[in-house]
C-alpha cells in the first residue's frame, strides 16, 4: 500500500529588505507560532514572540501551516519558506521540485550535551514550560529524486499552547 503524502511548496528570495522581513513574518505567523533567533554570541532558544530589540544574524517562525528562515547579509536578507499551503508572495521563487511533505516527532539532544554554548531554553515567558510533543519535524522530499532537502520546525496541530 503507497502511503499518501501531503504537497509541500518551497520558496526562496535574497536581498530581503528589514521592513520587508517584518511585513513577512507578521503576514505569516499565527497564534501558534514560535520562534528562534541566532545571534554572534547565542541563540534565544524557543520563545513564543520576537524581541522588540532585534540584532539576530539568523532566525526562523515556524507553525503549523509554515517556517520562514532568515539569514543576515550586508545588503539585506535572504529567506526561505517551507510550508505545506501555497502562497503568492510578491518577487519570491518558487524553487524547483515536486516536493512531498510529512510529519514526524522531533528528536531532542540530551541537555547536559554541549551543543549550545550559552544553553538552550525550552520555555515560554513566566517560566511555563514547552511541551517537547508540540514541536514536530517535517521532512520535504523531492518526490523525483527520492531526496530529502529541507527538515522544518513544524507545531503539532493539536497543541494549543497558553495564551501570551
Not at 503568492?88 to 540530551?110: P, S, V
Amino acid at each position: 500500500m503507497k502511503k499518501e503524502f501531503i504537497l509541500g511548496y518551497v520558496y526562496h528570495k535574497q536581498l530581503v529588505a528589514p521592513d520587508e522581513l517584518a511585513t513577512l513574518i507578521n503576514q505569516l505567523s499565527n497564534s501558534q507560532s514560535y520562534y528562534f533567533l541566532r545571534y554572534s554570541h547565542a541563540v534565544s532558544g524557543i520563545c513564543r514572540k520576537l524581541p522588540d530589540e532585534r540584532e539576530e544574524i539568523e532566525g526562523q517562525v515556524f507553525n503549523s501551516i509554515c517556517e520562514i528562515r532568515w539569514k543576515k547579509y550586508k545588503s539585506g536578507y535572504e529567506v526561505l519558506i517551507l510550508s505545506q499551503q501555497e502562497f503568492n508572495l510578491e518577487e519570491f521563487k518558487t524553487l524547483t521540485g515536486n516536493w512531498e511533505i510529512f510529519d514526524r516527532n522531533a528528536y531532542w539532544h540530551n541537555p547536559e550535551e554541549t551543543r549550545f554554548p550559552k544553553g538552550f531554553i525550552f520555555q515560554y515567558e513566566n517560566n511555563q514550560s514547552i511541551k517537547p510533543e508540540a514541536i514536530k519535524q517535517r521532512y520535504f522530499k523531492d518526490s523525483d529524486t527520492a531526496t530529502i532537502h529541507f527538515i522544518a520546525l513544524t507545531v503539532n496541530e493539536n497543541d494549543q499552547h497558553p495564551k501570551t
